[in-house]
C-alpha cells in the first residue's frame, strides 16, 4: 500500500465542539414548548422532524430552526404563540453565532500535521455557516483545500478523490462519525481514523454489524494521530 498522500478532517466534533450546542438548545426547545404540550410528547419529536426535512433542508442550523418551529407547532395542536416562536429564532440566532471551541490537541496536531501531508476539511451543512466558522476556528491557513459538501457518502468521496486527483489507498479521513467519516471511506478502500466524540446524533449512528469487516483505527483524541500515522 502506498503510504498516506493526503490527510482530510471533518470539522464538527473532530475539530470543534458542535454537538453539545445542538443537545444544548434541543433543553431550551424543550422549556420554551413545555407548557403547551403534553408531558408524554415532550421526547424525541425534534429528532424525528429534523430527520423528516434533511431531504429538503439539508443538515445544518437553519433547517434545525425550521424544525424547532413545525415541532412546537405540531405538539401544541398550534397554539405555541408568536413571542415563541421568536424565542425559538434566537436560540438558532445564538448558534450560529456561537464561538468556535477547537477540541483538545487539534491545532497543535494539525501545526504539527501541515508540513508533512496537505490537509483537507471535508464537512457538510450550510455553506455560509460552515464558511464563517472555519473561518473563526483560526484554523483555515493550515488547510490546502476545504470543501464543503451536502451529504458525506460513498459517491461524495469517490468524486472528491477524482477531483484533486488521489487515489483512495493514499487517503486518510479522520472523523468523529463512523456514518460519514469512517464507512463510506472504507467502502471505497480509503483509510479511516475514528476519533469519538461523547455524543453522536441518532442520524449518524450505526449498528456494529454494518462496520463488520472494514479495518479502520480508533483513537482515543487528536494527539494520537501523529503516532499512528508513524506506524502505517
Ligand atoms: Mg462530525
Known amino acids: 500500500m502506498p503510504p498516506i498522500q493526503t490527510i482530510a478532517f471533518d470539522a464538527d466534533d473532530t475539530l470543534w465542539v458542535n454537538e453539545t450546542i445542538f443537545t444544548q438548545t434541543q433543553e431550551h426547545f424543550t422549556d420554551i414548548i413545555r407548557p403547551y404540550v403534553r408531558a ?26 425550521l424544525s424547532m418551529i413545525e415541532t412546537g407547532l405540531e405538539l401544541s395542536d398550534y397554539r ?54 472555519i473561518a473563526r476556528s483560526g484554523l483555515a491557513d493550515y488547510f490546502s ?3 464543503i459538501v451536502s451529504e458525506k457518502n460513498q459517491e461524495t468521496y469517490r468524486r472528491l478523490l477524482r477531483k484533486h486527483s488521489l487515489s483512495a489507498e493514499a487517503f486518510l479521513m479522520v472523523g468523529n462519525s463512523l456514518k460519514s467519516d469512517v464507512l463510506p471511506v472504507c467502502q471505497l ?38 503516532a499512528y500515522l508513524q506506524q502505517l
Not at 408568536?82 to 491545532?107: A, D, F, N, R, Y
Request: aromatic share 8%; charged share 20%.
Open 40 to 65: 408524554e410528547e415532550l421526547g424525541s419529536q425534534l429528532d424525528q422532524t429534523q430527520i423528516r426535512n434533511l431531504s429538503l433542508f439539508g443538515y445544518g442550523i437553519k433547517g434545525f430552526m
Open 80 to 133: 405555541l404563540p408568536g413571542t415563541h416562536i421568536q424565542q425559538l429564532l434566537e436560540l438558532g440566532k445564538e448558534m450560529l453565532q456561537h464561538p468556535v471551541q477547537l477540541l483538545p490537541h487539534v491545532e497543535e496536531t494539525i501545526r504539527q500535521l501541515e508540513g508533512e501531508y496537505p490537509l483537507m476539511i471535508i464537512t457538510k451543512g450550510d455553506l455560509f455557516d460552515q464558511e464563517s466558522k
Open 145 to 147: 483545500s476545504i470543501e
Open 189 to 226: 478502500g480509503g483509510h479511516a481514523v475514528h476519533i469519538p466524540f461523547h455524543t453522536t446524533w441518532v442520524h449518524e449512528q450505526l449498528t456494529p454489524c454494518q462496520l463488520e469487516g472494514y479495518g479502520y483505527q480508533e483513537l482515543e483524541n487528536m494527539s494520537q494521530l501523529p
